[in-house]
């Protein structure tokens, strides 16, 4: 398990976006990528103005309606932040004993990751791209390997 989550520091930030309901980031150092997929609670803080920058909840508050897209607080922030998230290096990365995860990025940001349910529900998980190995996912009620 540590391995998954050891592995992401000192790799940078290459894409952040959102799929439907889920926060996904991808992680690069040059030669490996791995991907991080959020189905449960976030938020990105930076640490230096004491501010969230932009969380969970903002994925689904509406601001705008066009005829083909809805654009969310989520997508105008990220329109915002994406510069300055993507190339991030990440600094640290740790969990709890429940699944929580908090990774402290090269800027003063951090994403903390909270488990949100106590049900057998996938939170988040973090896969090696373009890789067979498993995937290590974190349940409401546990950890397993896919």
């Known amino acids: 398990m540590k391995k998954y989550i050891d592995d992401l520091v ?13 926060l996904c980031i991808q992680f690069s150092n040059g030669i490996d990528k791995y991907a991080l ?5 976030w938020k990105i803080v930076d640490t230096n103005r004491k501010i ?3 969380a ?6 509406e601001i705008s309606q ?13 329109n915002e932040q ?3 998230i993507e190339n991030l290096k990440v600094i640290t990365c740790s969990m709890n004993n429940v699944g929580d995860l908090k990774i402290k990025f090269s800027n003063g940001y951090v994403l903390e990751i909270f488990i949100d349910t106590s ?6 998980r973090i896969l090696k791209m373009e890789s067979d190995e498993k995937h290590y996912v974190v349940y409401g009620k546990g950890v397993s390997f896919e």
């Open 37 to 41: 997929h959020i189905q449960s609670s």
């Open 10 to 22: 000192d790799m940078k930030v290459i894409k952040i976006y959102r799929f439907l309901d889920m």
């Open 119 to 124: 049900e057998e529900e996938e939170c988040w």
């Open 82 to 84: 994406r510069p300055i």
């Open 66 to 78: 066009s005829n083909e897209k809805k654009e969310t607080i989520f997508d105008k922030k990220m």
């Open 56 to 61: 969970h909840l903002d994925e689904f508050t």
């Open 52 to 54: 969230i920058i932009v």
